[in-house]
């Protein structure tokens, strides 16, 4: 193909501009991390901006102190806790449901807006309507029930979109041939539908755990008595905000991108596998 | 695999000769439901529990809001009653109707917070518009190699997965009176001395927000323009149409819908925010999601409640207004 010469430089400065104006994208949403980052090995007497005043670990040792952030170890167990049920339920209830949305049924336009409403729904309406309900009932919220159940409303369109994907590339034939060869629903269903559908459920089970985990606007009134780890950071705020709030922060992001990069690798690993 | 039934063992049909060859015994109606029309689980299996689900935390506390907007407070609770008290005091404030008072035809504080809440979410979208739009571009239409553009896909989604309130508080050492910001605008000359405003202000709470939000926009607009057949820009381009009329003609339009969906994302995240405000704004204003907190926490419910409804259908217009501009069916 041949292109004329003026043509092809206009092209190339516009991929080149563009190209710069992704990196200074890329700065704008990981500078204020990174900032945080530097910010969290601050000296002793230093405070929550630059200068630097000496380099030292004092920030993240007092984060081990139970008396200065309160219950941080917990808070963390209880949170990696829901966001391991959130994942399970969201990988379970997705798979469930892009099968069932596989075939035509009575109610599947309902249906389908309901779960997408978990996305649109704030999560402070939910807290505030389950919160004041429980109450009015008599029954206790706490971070393993009521929590929970916003939680899986939330993750559950996030799961349930990428499981439709993966089912509408899905080869039908596949689990034709191994019922024309006698296979029943059970034996199709683990031997061919399965190893074929699991990067798709590793990847709803991605959005279930790294957004349960983050989770504060569906916890916050509806944790009971015991905080989750976005709770205890909420709480950290409303006093006087010091560097061990950004030890606290990269912690929680470092650990964030740990398991983003563990799920990518699963699905690459399991995709590589069923392909 | 497990044993079937031989076809031997099924009973046998044992059809009428006729006169041409043989006839079905049964009429073909009947005769379906042997032949297995609807293969895998039944439907109502695999949607009962997710069915459920909804029903107890989603529906039902929609419908308690509703529910408890027209009951009364009683000092710490609700008790049940049918008044529209509550909406009331949600729009008007006291001498509203008296021509002589000063409060005359005034919007309450409620009507006015609810106001500025939509404010700052047309401002930040169409900010994040400005911004996911070039990079959605460059990601689907420059990037040719699939392994380069998942990667710089993933790259900007990753913050999307991290916590939102650390992200918030990130901002705090890059906009406070020795902020890297403040320095960056000395060192270059462009200030003298440090400037205030960049902190707990508006300009504060409208970058944080963009930044929190921002990656919601690009994945929608992203797969619809990766969805576009290369072949019609082809095919326009061997037409003789310049770039900026394949732009205008082929790309913009086909990528409204996706532009659509990131919008109702942005939109319905925003109108629900309340902790982003507190942390870079220093709770200096109030959203409606701050007000359905602050009444919540001194047991006003029914109070929080017509906040939270009138929030409710704010955002149903504005979803409403989006659809009617851009129609997202073909994209679902």
Redesign the interface.
């Known amino acids: 193909m041949a292109r004329s010469s003026p043509e092809r430089r206009?092209r190339a400065r516009?991929?080149a501009g563009?190209?710069v104006?992704?990196v200074m994208?890329?700065l704008?949403?990981?500078?204020?991390?990174f900032?945080?980052f530097v910010?969290s090995f601050q000296g002793p007497r230093g405070g929550?901006?630059?200068?630097m005043r000496g380099i030292s670990l004092h920030w993240w040792q007092a984060l081990l102190q139970p008396s200065i952030v309160g219950d941080l170890r917990s808070a963390l167990a209880r949170s990696l806790i829901l966001a391991i049920i959130v994942m399970v339920i969201t990988a379970v209830?997705s798979t469930?449901?892009a099968?069932?949305f596989?075939?035509r049924?009575v109610g599947s336009g309902v249906?389908f807006y309901?779960?997408m409403?978990?996305?649109?729904?704030?999560?402070?309406?939910?807290s505030?309507?389950?919160?004041?309900?429980l109450?009015?009932l008599g029954l206790p919220p706490a971070w393993w029930s009521?929590a929970l159940?916003?939680h899986?409303?939330w993750t559950?369109p996030f799961g349930f979109l990428v499981m439709m994907a993966v089912f509408n590339r899905f080869d039908e034939r596949l689990?034709?041939a191994a019922?024309d060869?006698?296979?029943?629903?059970w034996?199709v269903?683990r031997e061919v539908t399965l190893p074929l559908i699991t990067p798709g459920i590793v990847a709803a089970g991605?959005f279930g755990f790294?957004?349960s985990?983050?989770e504060?606007?569906r916890t916050?009134?509806v944790a009971g008595a015991q905080n989750t780890l976005?709770l205890d950071?909420?709480a950290s705020?409303?006093q006087r905000?010091q560097p061990t709030?950004?030890a606290?922060?990269t912690a929680?992001?470092l650990f964030?991108?740990l398991?983003?990069a563990v799920f990518?690798a699963v699905y690459t690993i399991l995709y590589r596998r069923s392909h | 695999m497990t044993a079937v039934e031989p076809l031997s063992a099924r009973p046998e049909v044992v059809a009428p000769r006729g006169l041409i060859g043989d006839r079905p015994l049964i009429p073909i109606e009947q005769a379906q439901p042997r032949i297995r029309r609807d293969p895998g689980f039944p439907v109502l299996w695999l949607i009962t529990p997710a069915t459920l689900w909804l029903v107890a935390f989603l529906f039902l506390p929609l419908l308690a809001i509703f529910i408890f907007s027209f009951w009364k407070a009683s000092g710490h609770g609700l008790s049940p009653a049918f008044t529209l008290e509550n909406y009331q005091n949600f729009f008007a404030v006291e001498g509203f109707f008296d021509l002589e008072h000063e409060n005359f035809l005034t919007p309450s504080i409620f009507l006015r917070t609810l106001w500025t809440t939509f404010r700052f979410t047309a401002t930040v979208m169409a900010i994040c518009l400005l911004l996911a739009y070039p990079l959605a571009y460059f990601l689907a239409m420059q990037v040719e190699s699939f392994k380069w553009q998942l990667t710089l896909f993933l790259l900007v989604m990753v913050p999307f997965w991290t916590s939102y309130l650390i992200r918030a508080v990130a901002w705090l050492p890059m906009l406070g009176r020795h902020g890297l910001l403040n320095e960056f605008l000395m060192s270059t000359g462009i200030v003298d001395e440090p400037v205030s405003f960049l902190l707990y202000s508006e300009f504060s709470y409208t970058m944080a927000l963009v930044q929190l939000y921002v990656v919601l926009a690009i994945g929608p607009i992203f797969f619809s323009l990766a969805k576009i057949d290369r072949a019609l820009l082809e095919a326009a381009r061997d037409m003789g149409a310049t770039p900026f009329q394949i732009f205008r003609e082929i790309i913009l339009p086909l990528s409204l819908p996706g532009v659509a969906i990131g919008m109702i994302f942005v939109f319905v995240l925003l109108m629900g925010e309340f902790a982003t405000a507190v942390v870079v704004y220093g709770g200096k204003t109030s959203t409606t999601g701050t007000i359905i907190l602050n009444y919540y926490g001194i047991a006003n419910y029914p109070f929080a409640a017509v906040n939270a409804i009138m929030l409710m259908l704010a955002m149903m217009i504005g979803v409403i207004v989006i659809l009617r501009l851009v129609d997202i069916r073909k994209e679902l």
Request: aromatic share 12%; net charge positive; proline share 4%.
């Open positions: 206009r516009v991929k563009l190209s104006y992704y994208f890329l704008f949403i990981y500078g204020p991390m900032a945080m910010l929550v901006t630059f200068p209830f469930m449901l099968m069932a596989r075939k049924f249906l309901a779960i409403a978990g996305l649109m729904v704030p999560g402070i309406l939910l505030l309507g389950l919160a004041s309900l109450r009015q009521s159940g916003l899986v409303v559950l689990e034709e019922r060869m006698g296979a029943d629903e034996t269903f991605l790294t957004l985990y983050d504060f606007a916050t009134l976005p950071i909420n705020l409303t905000v709030l950004f606290l922060g929680s992001t964030s991108l398991m983003i990518i």
